[in-house]
């Protein structure tokens, strides 16, 4: 990627322990969290199955967490920016661009021998407030156009992009079944197609994937979302827009309906048009079954596996990222501060979801 080499001189300076302690002998460099000394990191459990595994990350909790910041070093092969990238985080005011935080995040996966991915270019949930209008005034689309060409020439070596983010919502009740948004608003349904094409304009060679959620249950909401992006697929590639590959944000919630079978048919249509599938937010909520932690924990991997042998299964799923490392970082405890959604808990420690993303990706290969 391209790093301003002033600012990665200055984060080197300002987190001098941290980049010692990356490149130093292991008896010298600051010890990771704690892991049970039997489970092997699953980082490395997923490229021995021909996979790479890695999870969304704030730039603060790095900056201010060295247990949290030593679990990534450990765990990830891949590193997502959790908010640092959108546009509202980019460009709080008209033409004033700050990178600063995903500089910092950028650095830090480099130093560190890491990929980063990137994630949003085209969102509904991602625009600064003085965006929302102006996308409607004349030259609305540059402004866009402006702010994709931005970001991605500013990381550049990124291999893979979320270009558009949950495009779809049956609800809305559009033949299309698409979202009603500024976008749509805006630019009309082609605004999709014409996104796909700049980026590839902009990044050849990169991979470009088509993000959203809601496909992985069973209920009939769920049915609806996978219909509207299969349509929506065929669309884009029909205008001259290029995906390569379909993110499944796979935010699962324990008693939720679950079909496997149904899952991994909707998978197999996804691959018969050329379109790899990819997990890009795994988590797992409990919160409707929550008491004692072991046998929630124990439902929890339950599903990761589930999950996860059916992508594995049914598709040439070759990317697993998880929204965050830590329960003690988990966006759904904002709702429900004992829920335990992801891989390790508050303490850092592996919980039985680790233990099922190393199995599930060690029996991938």
Known sequence: ???????????????????????????FAI?????????????????????????????????????????????CDIIVPEWEMK???????????DYGACDDL?????????????????????????????????????????YMTSVMNRFSGIKSWDVVNEAVEP????????????????????????????????????????NDYGMEHDAPWNHNRRKAILQLIDRVRKAGGRIDALGLQAHLRLGDPWDPKGFGSFLRQVEAVGIRPIVTE????????LGDDKAVDGKVADMYTSFLETVFGNSRCDTVITWGLSD??????????????????????????????????????
Not at 1 to 27: C, E, S
Not at 185 to 210: C, N, T
């Open 171 to 210: 609800f809305d009740g559009r033949e299309d079944g698409l979202r009603q948004s500024p976008w749509l608003d805006a630019f009309g349904p082609d605004y999709v197609a014409e996104g796909f094409k700049r980026a590839a304009e902009i990044a050849p060679r990169a991979q470009l994937v088509y």
């Open 328 to 365: 003690n970082y988990s966006f759904h405890r904002r709702r429900n501060r004992q829920d335990r959604p992801l891989p390790f808990d508050e303490n850092y420690q592996p919980k039985k979801a680790a233990e099922a993303l190393v199995r599930a990706l060690l029996g991938a290969k």
């Open 106 to 146: 950028a650095a830090f996966a480099a130093v560190n021998g890491k990929d980063l991915r990137g994630t949003t270019l085209i969102w509904h949930l991602g625009l600064p407030d003085w965006v929302k209008s102006r996308l409607k005034e004349t030259g609305g689309w540059d402004l866009a156009l402006t």
């Open 31 to 75: 010890p990771p969290a704690r892991a049970d000394d039997g489970l092997r990191p699953i980082r490395s459990a997923a490229l021995e199955g021909g996979r790479r595994f890695g999870a969304a990350v704030a730039t603060p909790r790095l900056a201010d967490d060295l247990s949290f910041r030593n679990l990534v070093l450990r765990e």
């Open 1 to 27: 990627m391209t790093l301003n080499r002033r600012r990665l001189i200055g984060y080197l300076g300002a987190h001098a322990g941290l980049a010692a302690a990356a490149a130093l002998p292991a008896p």
């Open 282 to 289: 795994l988590d797992v909520r409990a919160d409707r079954m």
């Open 87 to 97: 546009w509202y985080s980019v460009e709080k005011q008209p033409g004033l661009y």
